[in-house]
């Protein structure tokens, strides 16, 4: 599968068409059924976008066509497609009508020509950080199917590190875009919040962030490039960044930059091999942008409390009171509870777990007065039973369901920019991720190290035991 850059060159040059790209997706994501990677596909619609691209190139006019013109991607379950249905994974939404219109950020992918071909799976109202649900069933990682691909945005990460299409949707409120992309070999970036306008995904708690999922750092900066920047309806989002993504990733001077590593933040359990892999990639990133290793001195407390709280507030927006009141039982087995409990949270304790999350980005700003960046592992396990549920036995310690993925949550919390790279595989030949996490509005920076990373150790495309030509 093309790069978006190569998919877009190519067809605005003519040398290939959108038409031959689009059937190539869709033959790819027939012959992919069991990854579970798609749960909506719209083929006759791609192919009608498709043809008018192909025209305007044979008219002479493909020099006039928008940036990402005739690239297919998919849509995450979580966000409105227009013309597809929007399930969130639940039983609840199941054979719902249609979207009537585009959210914010796919609105931008479209009229940059970019062709929305399917929407991409994701677990019940994105709860876990793996792919499952009774609704829709399972998705799997394409390195190996037996595992999870991460979630929320499992579908898209397998989608997309399968070769299905060149890019995919995705979205971040706890890691969401980057323990995926650890899963399945890819980088994945979380921007800063606010940067890409997020009405109609988070509410109240501010940690969600919508973005998207592809294979190369030129790619992601291309593509915020294409969805950063403000919108009149969002109260939250940021001004224009006033540079250029692509333009960033070679400009900026990252030698001497403040390096810190840290395996822990102070209370998380790692795998010692997981350990292992990040503490070797980390010296590689630290020698590829010329930094130098700096102690970041973090040492924060289990936070698992606060980001449940501060994400549980979310969940009823958007609701039908009557769903939640008296349907349950329709939810996921493993969800429902947390409808329940969260129901019976009271005001008083809200405000206490705003107390704690001011707390931890004062402590985050001041780690950041030491370091420029911040590298730990993304994940404190590797990808696990493509089933669930989320694991609570860590190097033989019992622990909360949130410890293997509770590395990303900080990012969310604190509303700081943070990707996930490929940091090597397992012995059992999975891949890992190192989360580099930068200050707040830096996408910049984390861009031009994560590029020139890359260029020092490149990491394949895709999963090697299910990709398609081209």
């Known amino acids: 599968m093309p790069t978006v850059h190569e998919a877009a060159l190519s067809i605005r040059t003519g040398e290939s068409t959108a038409s031959d790209l689009v059937e190539t997706c869709l033959a790819a994501i027939d012959s992919a059924a069991a990854l579970g990677a798609f749960v909506h596909v719209d083929a006759d619609a791609a192919r009608r976008s498709a043809a008018a691209v192909d025209q305007q190139v044979s008219s002479g006019h493909g020099g006039q066509l928008p940036p990402l ?80 691909p991460g979630g929320s945005s499992g579908g898209s990460s397998a989608a997309v590190s399968a070769g299905l299409v060149p890019f995919c949707t995705a979205s971040d409120g706890g890691g969401s875009i980057r323990t995926p992309a650890a899963f399945t070999g890819l980088a994945g970036l979380k921007p800063t919040y606010g940067r890409v306008p997020t009405f109609g995904v988070t509410h109240v708690a501010q940690n969600a962030v919508n973005f998207a999922l592809a294979t190369t750092i030129a790619d992601t900066a291309l593509l915020l490039d294409l969805m950063a920047g403000p919108d009149p309806r969002d109260r939250t989002c940021l001004p224009p960044p006033g540079l250029r993504y692509t333009d960033a990733i070679d400009s900026i001077d990252t030698r001497q ?26 010296s590689r990133f630290i020698e590829a942008t010329g930094g130098t290793t700096t102690a970041p001195g973090v040492a924060l407390r289990d936070f698992i ?38 129901q019976r949270t009271l005001v008083p304790e809200l405000s206490q777990a705003e107390e704690r999350r001011r707390a931890l980005v004062q402590q985050m700003a001041e780690v950041f007065e030491r370091v420029d960046l911040l590298l730990t592992p993304m994940t404190g396990i590797p990808a696990f039973t493509a089933e669930g549920p989320m694991p609570t036995l860590i190097n033989g310690h019992t622990v909360h369901g949130g410890m293997a993925v509770i590395h990303g949550m900080l990012a969310n919390l604190a509303n700081l920019p943070a990707i996930s790279l490929p940091a ?20 910049d920076l984390l861009l031009a190290a994560a590029a020139r990373y890359e260029r020092a150790y490149p990491w394949p495309r895709h999963a090697p035991r299910t990709t398609v030509p081209g």
């Open 424 to 443: 090597g595989l397992t012995t059992g030949g999975l891949p890992i991720g190192l989360q580099v996490i930068a200050p707040r509005h830096r996408e």
């Open 305 to 342: 409390g606060t980001y449940i709280r501060i994400e549980g507030v979310d969940q009823f927006v958007g609701i039908d009171p009557d769903l939640w009141q008296h349907h349950l039982d329709r939810l996921d087995p493993l969800v429902a509870p947390g409808w329940v409990a969260m």
């Open 257 to 282: 930059l403040r390096v810190g590593w840290s395996l822990d933040l102070g209370f998380a359990v790692v795998d010692p091999e997981v350990a292992s892999i990040c503490e070797s990639a980390a």
């Open 69 to 148: 013109a005739g690239v297919p991607f998919g849509v995450k379950d979580l966000e409105d497609c227009a013309g597809m249905p929007t399930t969130r994974g639940s039983r609840w939404f199941l054979g719902g009508p249609p979207a009537t219109r585009d959210d914010l950020h796919v609105a931008r992918l479209r009229a940059a020509g970019a062709i929305p071909i399917g929407k991409t799976a994701a677990p019940e109202f994105g709860a876990w950080a793996y792919t499952a649900s009774p609704a829709l069933g399972v998705t799997r990682n394409p390195w190996d199917r037996s595992r999870t």
